[in-house]
T-cell receptor, first 114, second 117 residues
Framework: AQSVSQHNHHVILSEAASLELGCNYS??????LFWYVQYPGQHLQLLLK??????LVKGIKGFEAEFIKSKFSFNLRKPSVQWSDTAEYFC????????????FGTGTRLTVIP | GAVVSQHPSRVICKSGTSVKIECRSL??????MFWYRQFPKQSLMLMAT?????????EQGVEKDKFLINHASLTLSTLTVTSAHPEDSSFYIC?????????????FGPGTRLTVT
C-alpha cells in the first residue's frame, strides 16, 4: 500500500531562516509527487509537482523540491522564509498509471516568527 | 486558474438528519472529482472518487450508503451525509481534475465544515 511520511509535525523558524521539510513515500511503482500548501483559513494550493525529468523542481513563491529516487524522498526547501509562509504543508503522491487519486502525508505546520 | 467552489462552507445539523454538500468546477469541466475528509491536525483522507455519469468508487472503510456521491454533470458533484451522527463531524474537501489519466493536477475546493449536534 502507498504511504507518505512527513517527519516534521511542527516547525518554527525565524524570518530569513532556511527551510527544509522532509517527505518520504512508500510505493513499488512509479509516482508523481506534489507539495501543497494550506494557508490559514484557505484551501489547498499546489506549490510544485514532479512528473519526470530534472529531479530538482521549482515552484511558486521561491520553493523548490528535490526528488531522490534512491531515497524515496521529495523534500521541500526554501532558502529564506517569510512570515507569510506560515501555513500547513502537505506532501502527496499518486501513481503514474491508473487512478490518479492522491495520497497525502500528515502535513507539517510551519510557523515563521517575524 | 481553475477554480473549485464548495457550498455550504459551514453547516450545523442535528443527529439523524441528512446534509448535502455541493462541489462545483467554475471554469473547467471536471471529468473526475474526489472527496476527502480531514480530521483536526490530520491529513486528508480520500473517501471516494467519482467520474461524471458513473458510480463513485469508495475507499475501503467508507460506507457508500452513508456518504452518497452523485456526479451528474461535468461541473457538479454532491456528497450527501445521510443520517448524520456526531462522529461524522469533520472537514470535507472536494477536488476536481479536468483530464483523465494519472498525474493531472487536482484543484481543491475551500472545504465544508460539518458539525453534527
Amino acid at each position: 500500500a502507498q504511504s507518505v511520511s512527513q517527519h516534521n509535525h511542527h516547525v518554527i523558524l525565524s524570518e530569513a531562516a532556511s527551510l527544509e521539510l522532509g517527505c518520504n513515500y512508500s510505493y513499488g511503482g512509479t509516482v508523481n509527487l506534489f507539495w501543497y500548501v494550506q494557508y490559514p483559513g484557505q484551501h489547498l494550493q499546489l506549490l510544485l509537482k514532479y512528473f519526470s525529468g530534472d529531479p530538482l523542481v521549482k515552484g511558486i513563491k521561491g520553493f523548490e523540491a528535490e526528488f531522490i529516487k534512491s531515497k524515496f524522498s521529495f523534500n521541500l526547501r526554501k532558502p529564506s522564509v517569510q512570515w507569510s509562509d506560515t501555513a500547513e504543508y502537505f506532501c502527496a503522491v499518486n501513481r503514474k498509471t491508473g487512478a490518479n487519486n492522491l495520497f497525502f502525508g500528515t502535513g507539517t505546520r510551519l510557523t515563521v516568527i517575524p | 486558474g481553475a477554480v473549485v467552489s464548495q457550498h455550504p462552507s459551514r453547516v450545523i445539523c442535528k443527529s439523524g438528519t441528512s446534509v448535502k454538500i455541493e462541489c462545483r468546477s467554475l471554469d473547467f469541466q471536471a471529468t473526475t472529482m474526489f472527496w476527502y475528509r480531514q480530521f483536526p491536525k490530520q491529513s486528508l483522507m480520500l473517501m471516494a472518487t467519482s467520474n461524471e455519469g458513473s458510480k463513485a468508487t469508495y475507499e475501503q472503510g467508507v460506507e457508500k450508503d452513508k456518504f452518497l456521491i452523485n456526479h451528474a454533470s461535468l461541473t457538479l458533484s454532491t456528497l450527501t451525509v445521510t443520517s448524520a451522527h456526531p462522529e461524522d463531524s469533520s472537514f470535507y474537501i472536494c477536488s476536481a481534475t479536468g483530464s483523465g489519466g494519472a498525474g493531472y493536477e487536482q484543484y481543491f475546493g475551500p472545504g465544508t465544515r460539518l458539525t453534527v449536534t
